[in-house]
């Protein structure tokens, strides 16, 4: 990266690790834990955002159909790790499992670690304690065993996992919403001959999530340069946190909203590429 690229790319880190820092969402920031509260969703329980105390009053307050709590989109800023990257467009699946009998069943998920320098580095550790203090909040007393977002490592070897959901269910007269956000089977790339056999399967019934991940540039990556683009890169990930309890386990469930890469993966150079000649050479001898 020449020089001026570099300092245009700090340029931008340093804007983008503000509006992080205003939006109230920012796990590296300290005050995040007065802008969210746990709230029921469904079967599990769900980030939202708090609500402020200078709220309109009751008989301002817009009518009930209206007034819907809004989900709490957290941000944080990680280095996806090399290792534990499952975050392609079929997830690395190849065959059924226990865990995922069917192509449709796979999540795509990284591993997110500490960057190696920069702010963003030590904002990393306020994270993942900010994290931990979040699953606290709604831990299950006396849990046997907690898994998914901030449970494994500590310090400088903390982790946070992130997922995403690759495929999404048809109905039958899907609407238009559903429809921007989703891409048909016929071009969506897997990697082997199991995932593409399912695949072919699903295509009348599925229909495929992209990522909404985003270069340097601020360019779509397309599904095909999902590892390629994103192992190893600095990276801002929005993402929904949920909280489920079953049979004496906890689990902490991210939902990617949005990618953004603020540092590219370290370029690998490539072995040159030698021709290959048609009689052994002879060995130079003194």
């Given at each position: 990266?020449?020089?001026?690229?570099?300092?245009?790319?700090?340029?931008?880190?340093?804007?983008?690790?503000?509006?992080?820092?205003?939006?109230?969402?920012?796990?590296?920031?300290?005050?995040?834990?007065?802008?969210?509260?746990?709230?029921?969703?469904?079967?599990?329980?769900?980030?939202?955002?708090?609500?402020?105390?200078?709220?309109?009053?009751?008989?301002?307050?817009?009518?009930?159909?209206?007034?819907?709590?809004?989900?709490?989109?957290?941000s944080t800023v990680v280095r996806i790790n090399d290792n534990g990257f499952w975050l392609t467009s079929d997830a690395g699946w190849r065959a059924p499992t226990d865990i995922t009998p069917h192509l449709r069943d796979a999540k795509a998920s990284c591993i997110g670690v500490s960057p190696l320098t920069g702010v963003f580095r030590d904002d990393f550790f306020l994270s993942v304690e900010n994290a931990h203090l979040l699953q606290q909040q709604i831990a299950t007393p006396n849990a046997g065993e907690h898994l998914g977002f901030a449970c494994k490592g500590e310090g400088q070897f903390a982790e946070l996992k992130f997922r995403h959901m690759l495929f999404e269910r048809m109905s039958e007269k899907p609407d238009s919403q559903t429809l921007h956000a989703t891409v048909d089977l016929a071009t969506w790339p897997v990697?082997?001959?199991?995932?593409?056999?399912?695949?072919?399967?699903?295509?009348?019934?599925?229909?495929?999530?992209?990522?909404?991940?985003?270069?340097?540039?601020?360019?779509?990556?397309?599904?095909?340069?999902?590892?390629?683009?994103?192992?190893?890169?600095?990276?801002?990930?929005?993402?929904?946190?949920?909280?489920?309890?079953?049979?004496?386990?906890?689990?902490?469930?991210?939902?990617?909203?949005?990618?953004?890469?603020?540092?590219?993966?370290?370029?690998?150079?490539?072995?040159?590429?030698?021709?290959?000649?048609?009689?052994?050479?002879s060995r130079n001898t003194k």
């Open positions: 990266m020449s020089i001026l690229n570099a300092s245009s790319t700090n340029d931008r880190n340093t804007r983008i690790h503000q509006e992080l820092l205003d939006s109230g969402l920012y796990l590296g920031d300290r005050a995040i834990l007065q802008h969210v509260e746990w709230k029921p969703n469904g079967r599990r329980e769900s980030l939202f955002i708090k609500e402020s105390p200078s709220s309109p009053s009751d008989d301002q307050k817009p009518s009930s159909d209206d007034s819907v709590a809004d989900l709490a989109t957290l990697h082997s001959d199991g995932a593409q056999e399912e695949l072919d399967e699903m295509k009348n019934n599925y229909r495929a999530i992209p990522l909404a991940a985003y270069d340097i540039q601020d360019h779509l990556i397309p599904p095909s340069s999902y590892r390629q683009k994103l192992q190893g890169a600095i990276v801002e990930i929005d993402f929904d946190l949920s909280h489920s309890a079953f049979r004496n386990k906890d689990t902490y469930t991210t939902d990617i909203r949005t990618i953004r890469v603020l540092k590219p993966p370290p370029y690998v150079t490539p072995a040159p590429k030698r021709s290959l000649p048609t009689t052994l050479p």
